[in-house]
């Protein structure tokens, strides 16, 4: 048997499982464990099988780490955190300090020890940002509110995890008693010269950016470089990959070493996933754990973000759908785990297999089991407090949805039309609402109480400039004997026209419109080229959006 065998039957292996999940709308990472799995569980039934050494698997799975969390540090965007709301902040925290505590309560009282079970505590606390960015991509929700909110959330928790696995990298296989306090700030200094070098490093590169090839073999020498020295030092050689990352993250040439690794990057973490796969056991003892902590993570993680939002006072139906977004651990858990502790590493994999699969499958239907469960959650929410409704007007015009294009509708009617009302969910815009003056009604336009507040059938027109199926299709099916006309937002003709068909009045396509709004005002100032003011007046505009935080 060579590594050249095992690489191959792993991967010809790893792909017919990813090909058979692909038709089940699962994402693949979920195959890679299962093909492991699966190969350790022929492999003790056939013990003379040798086209499979967890060996071998482990030591391509270390170099997919490796990648991984270079790639990580490569992107990290401090700027990116600058622009994170207060609520994205408070619950980012909020949520990993409370699931981090529970988690840790539960491990103490299943008889893991201390260290076991703080770590264990907190790599339950993070969830996937690869799974959800691709659920989300799916669903065409990544710039819905629940999407944006789900992935600030998942951003923060990146950076927890980040911070934590540098900081326990300076006590990797030690315990307190044997940590060398000079040792440790000798180390600390090596890496702080290596940022200080790469200044000069990314320079370089700069001067090379017309040879790929070469940006790349000194990108990833300088990756081997900090390895080293974690491997001499005994410093963690997942934070030193995640250092390695950072020291180049401001290079004029990132996206082009970006571009280099992210192909390798996939290719090696299949071997870590199928690794971990292979270290799940049957055993009954790692069984029940891994069904406690599946369970906390899949019902308790879940209630603890849906209360952190009801408080904030997000509507129930965004609340419970950013809390699904939770629902699985992360790629970091596990890393987290493998790093530091590796005794618990078949626990994690099977709470991994567990929660990979049903969050998958519970966020791709959330709007089925939100109608199963929203009696419960109506009657177990947070109450909020009164907004200015819309139950005593009539012959009023109403507007789903203050985001870009409804901002731009409800100044384009208020002073002709002031008999106006908007319906939003987002706290942040209820804000400008009021400071505009502006008579709203907070909630969700699929919720009933909110409907009922707004005097609907007494209305002149309603718009919504939300485009997504699920709140169109509900508007249409609900008003089709009512005389309202509804004009409704499409992102595609081919919604559009299902729309008209079922009764929509107009719908709205914002590209189709802007095209054309763009064609009008290109063929106004042909003749007007010289006219500086014209770009003045649009960035005086566009500054004026940014400082009323409607982006």
Do not use: C
């Amino acid at each position: 048997m060579t590594l050249l065998t095992v690489f191959v039957f792993t991967v010809f292996i790893s792909s017919i499982f990813a090909l058979l999940f692909y038709f089940i709308q699962i994402p693949s990472l979920i195959s890679y464990i299962f093909a492991g799995f699966t190969l350790s569980s022929v492999k003790f039934l056939i013990p003379t099988l040798h086209f499979f050494s967890t060996d071998y698997i482990r030591v391509l799975g270390e170099l997919g780490i490796i990648f991984l969390l270079f790639l990580v540090g490569l992107r990290l965007d401090f700027n990116k955190f600058k622009e994170f709301s207060r609520e994205v902040i408070y619950l980012g925290l909020g949520q990993v300090i409370l699931t981090s505590f529970l988690g840790i309560i539960i491990g103490i009282f299943l008889g893991i020890d201390l260290f076991n079970a703080v770590i264990l505590g907190i790599a339950l606390s993070f969830s996937s940002t690869i799974i959800i960015t691709k659920i989300l991509s799916d669903k065409n929700d990544l710039d819905t509110l629940y999407g944006r909110l789900s992935l600030g959330m998942l951003l923060i928790q990146d950076l927890i995890v980040i911070i934590l696995l540098i900081l326990l990298g300076l006590f990797y296989g030690k315990n307190l008693k044997e940590v060398n306090f000079f040792d440790t700030i000798f180390t600390l200094s090596l890496f702080i010269l290596l940022f200080l070098i790469a200044k000069i490093v990314s320079g370089f590169f700069f001067k090379i950016k017309n040879n790929p090839e070469l940006i790349f073999l000194l990108s990833l020498s300088w990756l081997l470089l900090f390895i080293s020295i974690a491997k001499i030092k005994n410093f963690s050689i997942e934070a030193a990959a995640i250092l390695a990352g950072i020291s180049l993250s401001q290079s004029y040439v990132l996206i082009e070493i970006t571009k280099k690794f992210n192909p390798i990057k996939d290719l090696f973490l299949i071997f870590f996933f199928v690794y971990l796969g292979s270290k799940i056991s049957m055993d009954y003892k790692i069984l029940l754990f891994a069904l406690i902590y599946s369970i906390f993570k899949l019902i308790t993680n879940p209630l603890i973000v849906f209360y952190i939002l009801n408080l904030m006072k997000y509507p129930t139906r965004l609340a419970f759908n950013t809390s699904l977004t939770t629902t699985q651990i992360s790629e970091f858990s596990l890393i987290l785990i493998q790093a530091f502790s590796q005794e618990y590493i078949a626990l994690i994999g099977m709470v991994g297999m567990i929660t990979f699969l049903l969050s998958s499958l519970m966020i791709y239907n959330n709007q089925k089991i939100y109608n199963l469960v929203k009696k419960f959650l109506k009657f177990i929410e947070i109450k909020k407090t009164e907004e200015k409704e819309g139950e005593e007007l009539e012959n009023h015009i109403i507007i789903v949805g203050f985001h870009r294009i409804g901002y731009i509708i409800v100044h384009k009617l208020i002073k002709k039309y002031p008999n106006l009302l908007v319906i939003d969910f987002d706290p942040q815009t209820i804000k400008l609402l009021e400071k505009e003056n502006i008579r709203y009604v907070f909630g969700d336009i699929m919720d009933e109480e909110v409907l009922n507040k707004t005097n609907v059938l007494k209305a002149k027109l309603l718009i919504s400039t939300i485009p997504h199926d699920e709140e169109n299709l509900f508007l249409l099916e609900k008003f089709k004997d009512a005389k309202i006309p509804i004009i409704l937002t499409a992102t595609n003709a081919f919604d559009a026209i299902n729309y008209y068909k079922l009764g929509a009045f107009y719908v709205i396509i914002p590209h189709f419109l802007g095209g054309e709004k763009a064609g009008e005002f290109i063929t106004e100032i042909l003749d007007n080229l010289e006219n500086k003011e014209i770009a003045e007046e649009h960035q005086n505009y566009l500054e004026n959006k940014i400082r009323l935080e409607h982006l």
